[in-house]
């Protein structure tokens, strides 16, 4: 296509004296949504800068006056820039540099309506780095849970069942935790695309498209550690809204840890992480097994508010005077925008309900309730702020210590403000102090403690590398907290 109007300007596009190095080709038109971000980021670099210097940009005064070379940029692309800049677009761009620019924990975000996704199904999905992809979790009566396999064909004896045998042979329909996602088949789409090996973003794209999606997965046995695939099963799930819960329990008897264990999932520090904990933490309380070793999984949990933190903790922890509330688990140190401020994150045993905010949830502590109680906590790389909080508490005041299993985690030492901007279109997170943790120094305790940028790391022997997501009863980091509290 001509990208000029006239011969004229074509000649005066390629002016060239013949030498040296060609013509360069026309100009390519770029979207003024990249153009807008690549400025954006060019002037971030400024402000980031002016930052450095020790400016206070926040002080009164103009942007020409603190940072004079930001604002010739800015004045000179408003009036030399070869296309009319959608302003609006350009101003969000700008401030969402500015923000992601500081660091990796302050930013904007612009709300928007869920998307369609995995978690409409009832499962949640991961990956790892060989763009392999586990279901990690299915939720109990969604449709991944109680869906009858259309397909399933028994590897090791090359042999196809109907849906009808599918129960019998598999011991119960529906997707399971481990199970490896090889193909998806879309509406409307005849066969299953492969992706296994495919990037995540892949993934999304085909199981987020459309009001149902088949699912061909990988189901897997692990003979001394080792994987062999036993089963391939197709699903063809229908997307639902609901409720995924944050949390939940598993029996130890389901996963063949044996009576004595129970199993508790925390995926979040989220507004229903109150109702979903209480309702799990019940649950192990009232296992007819009565069990006194808890495994609690923190894997992949990128913490939440601290409010709900301090209600999750009052389950494990207990102050100098034997009670749950009111123990101090984290020191804050925080700007608060007219200097420096100091507050404490403290455990508490009642809270509002956030599935009926007219009722108060109360909280029992597992000592209290399970004489012998034991507990071990199960991390990664995802565990992080709230998360790490917990972790440490539980270690931190338990007589004997709670241990840790997996890996290392994420080391996030400070905390963010929201704000809600634009009539409730946007939010900005921004980082405003860091926390500090307890140390104990003979009988001396300490709050001077950062693991920020460090990270909570299990003893030598506790460390685990998981490349895959396994049913409960292969996790290796299960197996091996369930080992720990067997000595």
Known sequence: ?????????????????????PPAPPKR?????????????????????????GINIGSSGSLEEKAPFAQTVLDLIDRYYYEDIDWETFQYSLAEAIASGVDPYTGLIELSPVNASSAQFGVTISSNAYNEHFIDRVQQGSPAATAVPDRVWD?????????????????GVGLRRGDMIYGVKTEGQDGYVRVQNAS?????????????????????????GERTLEYVIEFTLTKELLHTDTAFY??????????????????????????????????????????????????????????????????????????????PLARYVYNTGAGDGEAWFYSQTSIESAKDPASILRSFNFYDEREGFECVVLTDGGTASSAELLTWALDFYSENGVPTVGGTT?????????????????????????????????????????????????????????????????????LRAAELMAD
């Open 1 to 21: 296509m001509d990208m000029f109007e006239d011969e004229e300007r074509a000649r005066g596009a390629y002016a060239y004296d013949g030498g040296g190095y």
């Open 155 to 171: 590897v090791r004896t090359n042999v196809t069942y109907p849906p009808s045998s599918a129960e019998e042979i598999l011991g």
């Open 410 to 478: 994420y080391g996030k030492g400070v905390a963010q403000t929201v704000f809600t901007l634009e009539n409730g279109k946007y939010e900005l997170l921004i980082t405003n102090g860091r926390y500090y943790l307890p140390v104990r120094n003979g009988s001396e305790v300490t709050w001077t403690t950062s693991i920020h940028n460090v990270g909570i790391s299990p003893a030598d022997d506790n460390a685990i590398r998981a490349t895959e997501v396994r049913d409960y009863g292969f996790d290796e980091c299960i």
């Open 250 to 327: 598993v029996d130890g008897d389901d996963i063949g840890l044996g009576a004595d264990h129970g199993y508790i999932y925390l995926a979040e520090f989220g507004d229903t992480s109150v109702d979903d904990f209480a309702a799990a933490a019940q649950a192990f309380i009232d296992d007819p097994s009565a069990p006194t070793k808890l495994i609690l999984d923190l894997r992949s949990n990128g913490g939440g508010g601290s409010d709900i933190l301090g209600f999750i903790a009052s389950y494990f922890v207990k102050g100098a005077d034997g009670g749950s509330d009111r123990v």
């Open 200 to 224: 995540a973003s892949v993934l999304s794209s085909y199981v987020s498209a459309g009001d149902t999606a088949g699912l061909r997965v990988y189901r897997y046995g692990y003979e001394s």
């Open 29 to 53: 038109r770029v979207s003024t949504r990249v153009t807008a971000v690549i400025v954006a980021v060019i002037v971030v670099c400024l402000v980031i800068g002016a930052l450095l210097l």
